[in-house]
Antibody, heavy 120, light 111 residues
Framework: EVQLAQSGAEVKKAGESLTISCKGS????????IGWVRQMPGKGLEWMGI????????RYSPSLQGQVTISADKSISTAYLQWNSLKASDTAMYYC?????????????WGQGTLVTVSS | QSALTQPASVSGSPGQSITISCTGT?????????VSWYQQHPGKAPKVIIY???NRPSGVSNRFSGSKSGNTASLTISGLQAEDEANYYC???????????FGGGTKLTVL
């Protein structure tokens, strides 16, 4: 069974750094893109970027380029979303997701979400 | 501002049908048959209900159907049920850097 297990909720202060994770299981991790999706409180879904764990090829939303870093460690089947300096506006639920097939353009598998709260 | 445009809200009574539109451009909705729709209940992760414009994943009710004309995709829910009350998001492959874009979401209220 394909599963994406995300790390737990985080409470941070503005200016701090943070890395959240998404561990894939039940499939060959390197064969499928992993995407990250942000959902700010009471708002809609927003694509942040995607990574192909096989070669760590990464694409970012232009609006978030430089604000976050997406990476992956294929040895432990885990993708990461990292901030060097959090802002209060980073407060959101973050989801990782995977396409159904390696060549598909829709996300069938979703993590449970990681709630990040940043106080100013 | 979202890349794809959806109505903020729609409503319908049980048993009725509703349609949610999703308007993009030739770089996304109009250029490719890679439109998908997601249902999200409060506090839950999104769930794909339509992919590649009109295909339903296994286990999704046939009350959900998708279509596309030009730069606008549509999701139709027939025989509305109380459990359909949720937020619905369209998404499309895009030639921009992100590869995928979402619509702003539509809140469906079952009256």
């Amino acid at each position: 069974e394909v599963q994406l297990a995300q790390s737990g909720a985080e409470v941070k202060k503005a200016g701090e750094s943070l890395t959240i994770s998404c561990k894939g299981s039940g499939y060959i991790f390197t064969n499928y893109w992993i995407g990250w999706v942000r959902q700010m409180p009471g708002k809609g879904l927003e694509w942040m970027g995607i990574i192909y764990p096989h070669d760590s090829h990464t694409r970012y939303s232009p609006s978030l380029q430089g604000q976050v870093t997406i990476s992956a460690d294929k040895s432990i089947s885990t993708a990461y979303l990292q901030w060097n300096s959090l802002k209060a506006s980073d407060t959101a639920m973050y989801y990782c997701a995977r396409p159904y097939g390696s060549g598909d353009f829709f996300m069938s598998y979703w993590g449970q979400g990681t709630l990040v709260t940043v106080s100013s | 501002q979202s890349a794809l445009t959806q109505p903020a809200s729609v409503s319908g009574s049980p048993g009725q049908s509703i349609t949610i539109s999703c308007t993009g451009t030739n770089s996304d909705v109009g250029g490719y048959n890679y439109v998908s729709w997601y249902q999200q209940h409060p506090g839950k992760a999104p769930k794909v209900i339509i992919y590649d414009v009109r295909n339903r994943p296994s286990g999704v009710s046939n009350r959900f159907s998708g279509s596309k004309s030009g730069n606008t995709a549509s999701l139709t829910i027939s025989g509305l049920q109380a459990e359909d009350e949720a937020n619905y998001y369209c998404s499309s492959y895009t030639t921009t850097d992100t590869l995928w874009v979402f619509g702003g979401g539509t809140k469906l209220t079952v009256l």
